[in-house]
């Protein structure tokens, strides 16, 4: 199935910083909205970040505001989520998502496309 492929998760203490990468490995999404959701054990999956097919636009969720990047490089066909001053709280499974839907991705309703998702650990 193809399907985009996250990396980069892994452990760091709070303060840290990780950058994940979600690669189109035989999925050309450079016409496609992509976005980076989560989900913690016991709760939902929810937005943290959006990116426009451009690259031009972007939104984020309000607790990823000034410590979160979402990026793209149309050339390397990847999107970045680049994650500073991380807390506890970050923890997670981070997942990459694509929709054909213009403008903003921020709705799992609208993903056509989900990455397997990579884990990301705070550590306090």
């Known amino acids: 199935q193809v399907q985009p492929v996250e990396s980069g998760g892994g452990l760091v203490q709070a303060g840290g910083s990780l950058r994940l990468s979600c690669a189109g490995s035989r999925f050309d999404f450079t016409n496609y909205a992509m976005a980076w959701f989560r989900q913690a054990p016991g709760k939902e999956r929810e937005f943290v970040a959006g990116i426009n097919y451009s690259g031009a636009t972007t939104l984020y969720a309000d607790f990823a505001e000034g410590r979160f990047t979402i990026s793209r490089d149309h050339a390397k066909n990847t999107v970045y989520l680049q994650m500073n001053s991380l807390k506890p709280e970050d923890t997670a499974v981070y997942y990459c998502?694509?929709?054909?839907?213009?403008?903003?991705?921020?709705?799992?309703?609208?993903?056509?496309?989900w990455g397997q998702g990579t884990q990301v650990t705070v550590s306090s």
């Open positions: 998502a694509a929709s054909v839907t213009p403008g903003i991705l921020s709705t799992t309703s609208r993903v056509n496309h």
